[in-house]
């Protein structure tokens, strides 16, 4: 049987998602509450690595097993059994061609720049950047979306296409924050944090709105800005086609 997961977590504390040797992976973690929980080795596939520091409100992955539980049992029984700094929202049975990443249609993440000062409570979910003009910012957002190559925009990696489709990259302004919502295909490694990074550089007036145009048009990562701090970016949310997969 293969089953769908939504898990949470706060990556604070963790070298990224993914199994490594330099650090503990949050996959790493679930898998051994799974092992703890149903005396099997269980591997976890996920729809994407997040980066040491990065949260997720909604990352997904998929395993295999025989045993057949309710998503309440599979739940509790690896809640129960890991660090409150990571937890599973759902476990479902899903078709057996479904696919975390692969069968992945679209991803959400967001951003979040804080308008005052970090707290000792605040400082791992929030950026703050002082003397921040947020106009030019939003000047610069619609010539983000579309479809490009984010090559200036990302750490490459050999083999990985660079082509990637920008559907929707929103501003939302509330008492206290400025949350991008950046809604593509898919995204490459440091893409997100590549682009606030020049965003920022642009409302501290130390870039030109047009850099974002030389940047996709040149493919030079030289131009784009400081890769922005993880603690601010959440992985929120990934979509799938439910007509393809109608167990999904």
Request: charged share 25%.
């Amino acid at each position: 049987m293969r089953y769908k997961a939504i898990v949470s977590y706060d990556g604070s504390n963790y070298a990224g998602f993914q199994s490594q040797n330099n650090g503990l992976g949050i996959q790493e973690v679930i898998e051994k509450a799974m092992r703890l929980m149903t005396q099997t080795e269980i591997k976890i596939f996920s729809a994407g690595r997040t980066d040491k520091g990065v949260h997720a409100i909604g990352q997904v992955f998929h395993f295999n097993s025989d045993i057949d539980l309710d998503s309440n049992t599979w739940v509790r029984g690896i809640n129960d059994r890991m660090p409150l700094d990571i937890r599973i929202k759902s476990v479902k049975k899903v078709a057996s061609d479904f696919h975390a990443r692969h069968s992945a249609t679209s991803k959400v993440y967001k951003y979040v720049l804080s308008k005052k000062p970090e707290t000792p409570f605040t400082k791992n979910y929030e950026v703050y950047i002082r003397n921040l003009d947020i106009e030019p910012m939003k000047e610069a957002l619609p010539l983000l979306i579309g479809t490009h190559d984010f090559r200036g925009f990302c750490q490459l990696v050999p083999g990985k296409p660079t082509i990637k489709t920008i559907y929707q990259l929103t501003l939302k302004e509330t008492k206290k924050h400025y949350i991008f919502t950046f809604h593509g295909n898919s995204f490459l490694k440091y893409m997100v944090r590549s682009i606030m990074g020049t965003l920022i550089q642009i409302g501290l007036h130390r870039k030109e709105v047009s850099i974002i145009s030389d940047i996709l048009q040149t493919k030079d990562r030289h131009l784009a800005g400081k890769t922005a701090e993880a603690r601010g970016l959440f992985l929120v949310k990934i979509n799938y086609n439910l007509r393809k997969h109608k167990d999904v």
